[in-house]
């Protein structure tokens, strides 16, 4: 997941994966600039957080928006 530490929204989302007992791989857009390219590259807009998701057939989705990326990992990582 894309995000950074103060951004309100991650921190939302970050407090939700912990919950959960979710680690996933975290992506810092204020320390590695790369990560901004690879945002914006992939999902198009540079707006966090923002999780993307790679399916098993190699199928991209860059989720944005805190609540749609809660629902999706209530319901697609925790059945
Ligand atoms: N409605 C979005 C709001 C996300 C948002 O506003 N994120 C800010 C950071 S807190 C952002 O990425 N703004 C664009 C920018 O900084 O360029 C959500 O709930 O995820």
Redesign the pocket.
Known sequence: MYY?NS????I?VRLVLWWLGLKIPMKNIKTQSSNIAELVEGGGI????CLHIESASGENRWL????D?IQYLKTELCE
């Open positions: 950074f951004c309100p929204f991650c939302k540079k707006q966090v957080p944005y928006e805190s609540t990326i």
